[in-house]
């Protein structure tokens, strides 16, 4: 068939136009998706300062890719990157075994240049090596700069110069340290502080009430008119210059607030500020000429699901190393056996909290052992001895796996008492002293009732 003339054609395109436009009629205008942005593929992050490979596409920073610092300033000014898997060889412009230049970044064989061994993925190649040579050589008297910065260079410098001040700024803003009574102790993690107080490097808590105050002056007013001389709520038990005090975060809230943003000074995994309603918390102290200074507490929650006996447990810094934690935990777990339950900490435990836990199970089995081997009691379950002590079966078990008092005999799993390796173990062992139960005066509340 012939073809159609050009003016036949055109009415056409027009009226199937006409056809398809109207009001019900839409334009689509596809428009390409936006690439995803560049991310190291080492640390998985996109902080800048990210070099390409030109023949993979392999994306990261300098460092994490295995460049040096110094190195890595080359390498961003550099117009091309090659990976250590892509370098080529510079001077035969092909792939091989190459080892790369440590100073330039670029690749050679060994057959292409003297000082590139074969063994070696990093060296010095003939170049850079004769230019140390030469501005380190004894008639050297003048170091030449490697390149002329430019505008842009300088820029850069400056940003980064900038950036560098002002985050030493914002660090020294933040709070290093606290002073609690006639000790100065340095701060781990951020807590947070009111505004006015961390600003402040070195903030002052009163060792009682345990309000903050900016400055020494400030403590020493708020002391002359502080009443305070031991914690809010109800001392439970006392025995030498060592007392306990359970405090409702209902009733006295903002000492439960102020306790928990000091713990979270010193712990990590912290989270617990304002929400402390639903929590009770069991202040140590020791007696003082002044007054029961606080070193160390744990929080538990008023109703767990979980039967969970203790949230979070601190000892102060000041007051490590004298076994302050051991009767910390061992207080939760005579509450547990004064409610009639078996009781168990949050999960998982902190690696600190891990080995506290760990000694003090050990110390509370070894002690269990001794009484059962003293009253020559020939059979003794784990479910009896996590009833008589408070602690649960899994915990028990695991110490005795860990301390390697289990044993298989005659068919069975026992516990071998007599061994002399274990005996003089449960002997020097169960001379630590726990709490003195008989001086704890806590009662669980009646039955269908529910404490503060």
Same mark, same amino acid.
């Given at each position: ?106 690749? $050679? ?16 190649? +003939? ?29 850069? $410098? ?122 009770? $918390? ?16 744990? +929080? ?153």
């Amino acid at each position: 068939a012939a073809a159609a003339p050009a003016t036949a054609v055109a009415p056409a395109i027009a009226a199937a136009t006409a056809a398809t436009s109207g009001p019900a009629a839409s334009v689509v205008v596809a428009t390409p998706a936006p690439s995803p942005p560049k991310v190291c593929s080492v640390c998985q992050t996109d902080s800048g300062g990210l070099v390409t490979c030109a023949a993979c596409g392999l994306c990261g920073h300098p460092t994490c890719l295995g460049h040096g610092t110094a190195k890595a300033v080359r390498l961003l000014l550099q117009p091309q990157y090659y990976c250590f898997g892509c370098t080529p060889c510079s001077s035969c412009r092909r792939k091989g075994r190459i080892s790369v230049c440590r100073d330039c970044n670029l690749g $050679f064989h060994s057959a292409c240049d003297s000082r590139a061994a074969a063994t070696k993925k990093v060296f010095t190649c +003939s170049k850079c090596h004769k230019s140390r040579v030469h501005a380190n050589g004894p008639t050297a008297r003048k170091r030449k700069i490697p390149f002329e910065p430019n505008r842009g260079d300088i820029k850069v $410098f400056k940003t980064m110069l900038q950036a560098v001040e002002d985050q030493k700024l914002q660090d020294d803003s933040v709070m290093s340290a606290v002073c609690m009574g006639k000790y100065k102790v340095q701060t781990l993690y951020p807590s947070p502080f009111p505004e006015a107080i961390a600003k402040h490097p070195v903030v002052h808590i009163c060792e009682f009430c345990l309000e903050f105050c900016p400055c020494a002056e400030s403590l020493q007013r708020h002391a002359d008119n502080c009443p305070w001389r031991y914690p809010p709520g109800t001392e439970i038990y006392r025995k030498g210059s060592t007392s306990f005090f359970e405090v409702d975060g209902t009733d006295h809230t903002v000492y439960a607030q102020n306790l928990c943003m000091i713990a979270k000074l010193f712990l990590d995994h912290k989270t617990l500020y304002y929400d402390v309603q639903h929590f009770f $918390f069991y202040v140590m102290t020791e007696w003082t000429r002044q007054g029961a200074v606080i070193v160390g507490y744990f +929080s538990k929650e008023k109703e767990s699901p979980m039967s969970y006996n203790l949230s979070c447990i601190l000892t102060l810094p000041q007051h490590q190393r004298k076994g302050y934690g051991k009767m910390l935990i061992d207080l939760s777990y005579k509450l547990s056996k004064r409610e009639g339950k078996v009781g168990s900490p949050e999960k998982p435990l902190s690696d600190l909290g891990l080995i506290t836990y760990r000694s003090y199970w050990t110390t509370a089995v070894l002690q269990q052992l001794k009484l059962k081997r003293d009253l020559k009691v020939s059979r003794l379950s784990i479910a009896d001895m996590s009833k008589e002590t408070g602690i649960n079966a899994a915990d028990i078990i695991g110490t005795l796996q860990a301390m390697g008092l289990i044993k298989y005999w005659r068919g069975h799993h026992a516990i071998m008492l007599h061994d002399k390796p274990i005996a003089d173990l449960i002997d020097r062992t169960s001379k630590t002293t726990l709490l003195d139960e008989k001086h704890l005066h806590w009662e669980p509340p009646a039955q269908g009732q529910q404490r503060k």
